[in-house]
Structures are given as structure tokens and as C-alpha cells.
């Protein structure tokens, strides 16, 4: 079966938006300290040019949870990989993740930041797909809503493949 690529949101309409969260990040946390943690593999492209455009005290922690494996389909299970390095007491943290796709991984790492001490806790992804969600979760800061299809680039990979697109695009099988 042939694979392509189909581009859904370039390098420069990403990257545009990408500061566009920043100015409001810096804004609506203006006078605090933010502590953003990234959810490993993917969002740590848009971490990284995220944290850029924070104009505010940025400090960072990475967390790795499990998620499709080799599939296209979640398990619905979630399970830490890596947890993080610094503790939450007394902080505003802010989940970074890539997508939000179910909604399952971010309602889970919500509960589990404030059950550690976290001041308080929202959610920014780069992408939303609502026609997917399973339960109640919304991000506070969404790059871009797109349709229900399955996205790789700038760190969303298909079977660990793809993440290094500097844009967004679809996965097609001819
Ligand atoms: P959720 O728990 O179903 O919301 O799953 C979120 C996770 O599934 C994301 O962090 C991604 O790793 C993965 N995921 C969901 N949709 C896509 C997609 O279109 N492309 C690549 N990964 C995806
Ligand atoms: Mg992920």
C-alpha cells in the first residue's frame, strides 16, 4: 500500500499560530511564574516553540504516557512511562500535549496534577479533533480544530514515523 503525505496546516500558518499562544499565554499568566509539562513523544516539537513565545518565567518537566502503540486506534488505557522530575506544590502548571483526540490521556493527567498539589492546572494542545471525544475535556489554549482524520508532523507520528514534518498533514493509503 503507497503512503502519502497530504499537507492540513503548513510550517508558516503552525508557527503564526504557535505565537499567537504565546502572546496570550504571557498575557492571561502575567506576574506568575507558568510550569509547562510536556507530554512526551509528541508535543515536545510544540513545546519547544511554544516556550519560545512565553514572555513570562517558563520551567519545564517531561512526561511520557502510553497511548496507540503501533495503531491507529486508542487502547483507552493509560499508563506512565516517564513521570516527572519536579514536584507540583504550589505551582500553575500547564499540560502541553499535541493532540486531543478522546480526550482520555488530558482528563487523566488533569486529575492526577491536581491530586499531586498543582495551584492549578490547564491544558493547551496544538490540535483538537472534537468529533472524537469520549469524555468531557477541553483545552484552555487549541491551536487549530481539524477534522476526524489522522494527523502526523511537527511530533504526531504514525507507527513512530513522521515527527520531524515541520508541518501537519494527513496520512493517505492508496
Ligand atoms: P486521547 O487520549 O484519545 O485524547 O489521545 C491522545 C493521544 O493520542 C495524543 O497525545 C496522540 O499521541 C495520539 N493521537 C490522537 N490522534 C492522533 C493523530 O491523528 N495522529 C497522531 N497521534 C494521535
Ligand atoms: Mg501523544
Redo the contacts with the bound molecule.
Sequence with gaps: MAERIEVLLSEEEVNARIREMGEQISKDYAGKNIHLIC?LK??SFFMCELAKRIDIPVSIDFMSVS??GES?E?S?E?KIKKDLEEPLEGKHVLIV????????????LMGLMKERGAEDVKLCAL?D?PD???VD?KADYTGFQIPD????GYG???AQRHRNLPYIGVVKFD
Design positions: 507530554i509528541g508535543a497511548s496507540y491507529t486508542s483507552g493509560i500535549e499535541d493532540i486531543v483526540d478522546t480526550g482520555k490521556t488530558l482528563q487523566y490540535l479533533k472524537r471525544r469520549l475535556v482524520e489522522f494527523v502526523v504526531l507520528d504514525y
